[in-house]
């Protein structure tokens, strides 16, 4: 079963937390701060597998987590760094994130790794907090959180030259007989369940990769049939061949046609009808002698637009080394360049975003602060001892939090309160 598409889980590793330990030393104050830093939490990695050319792994396996950090341990060791989790796609793979549809990362041409989702930083140990009017802090940061993401995993396949064409036209004998490619040929009146890749080689080092592009039929672009699962395939292509059925043995008129399938090409996305686009005529040898007339309406119709008609036949192989010749031509004035979909959503930042906080000013004139970020922190921190009390205001500092209310006018005295916690602000 060909799978071109995937909905996984992925979570990176959270960092391990800061320890809190002391030295059992004489005339040290308190034993003096010894806990070591939490180690940074495991990334997720996603590489290009070239023995890879679908996405049926992930059709059993749903979530994938790397390994979080250590926490830190006593005497300052470090506690251990989380393994990072390698997950193995095919060349042509773009991670997408689930909920927006947006690029993360396109796993073509030269990006053959790329780190997805980074692993939490490792907290810092009580024995970084330790200052001449604190020698014996009692606290420690904690690691930062793993990143949970749900992504879509979605297989574009990498050809230049794309087949495309109703069922039974014939495009299946046209690619296995120019390529290396070995698909399943019969008179059926249905479609090739999957894209068929071969390379065209045309001798002195020429030659280009091309697709059989299954599923193209009437209301492709709005789901009947296959055609929206494999629409996707041709966007990466550089040069589209139509292949009509030019004898008419099913009963249809080719001219319709290509004009129903560039329809589809355009519904899906408009750029599709951008790309150079040849006809290859196929089934001459079951045209009656002197019955030409079809090629002549299709050369009439199409070559005016720029699209040149090559009649041929799969079979026999007549008119093919014309047709391929005038692709490798077409192709060799194009951008060589792999089709790569640029990154739009970053996991980071999002997240960073998620962590924001916001202030408001209620009714009684008090501050009030509110966002994940603060409430984790308040969390982790005792507020009732002066030392961990510091530590809350220096990452209120470090955040920009304290910058923030001076830029809203709080004042000395006034009221700040946290998550049924209050405060009276006063400047340092």
Known sequence: ????????????????????????????????????????????????????????????????????????????????????????????????????????????????????????????????????????????????????????????????????????????????????????????HFTTLNPILGVVDLGDGRGFVMADIPGLIEGASEGIGLGHEFLKHIERTKVLIHVVDAAGTEGRDPIADIYAINKELEAYNPELLKKPQVIAANKIDAIPNGENEILDKLRAEFEPKGMKLFPISAVSGKGLKELLYHVEELLSGLDDKPIIYEQEFFPELHFLNNDAYTITRADDGAFELEGPKIEKMLGYTNIDSEKGFMFFQRFLKEQGILKELEKMGIEDGDTVRMYGMEFDYYQS
């Open 1 to 188: 079963m060909f799978a071109d598409s995937a909905k996984i889980i992925i979570k990176s590793g959270k960092g391990g937390d800061g320890h809190v330990s002391f030295r059992r030393e004489k005339y040290v104050p308190n034993g003096g701060p010894d806990g070591g830093d939490g180690g940074k939490g495991g990334d997720i990695i996603f590489v290009v597998d070239e023995g890879m050319n679908t996405l049926n792994d992930f059709r059993h396996k749903r979530k994938y987590a790397a390994q979080s950090g250590e926490e830190g341990k006593k005497r300052n060791c470090h506690g251990r760094k989380g393994e990072d989790l390698i997950i193995k796609v095919p060349e042509g793979t773009i991670i997408r994130d689930a909920e927006t549809d947006q690029v993360i990362a396109d796993m073509s041409g030269d990006n053959r790794r790329q780190i997805v989702l980074k692993g939490g930083n490792g907290g810092l140990g009580n024995q970084h907090f330790a200052t001449s009017s604190m020698q014996a802090p009692k606290y420690a940061q904690p690691g930062q959180e793993a990143i949970e993401l749900e992504v879509r995993l979605e297989l574009k396949v990498i050809a230049d030259v794309g087949l495309i064409g109703f069922p039974n036209v014939g495009k299946s004998t046209l690619i296995s007989h120019v390529t290396n490619a070995t698909p399943t040929i019969a008179n059926y």
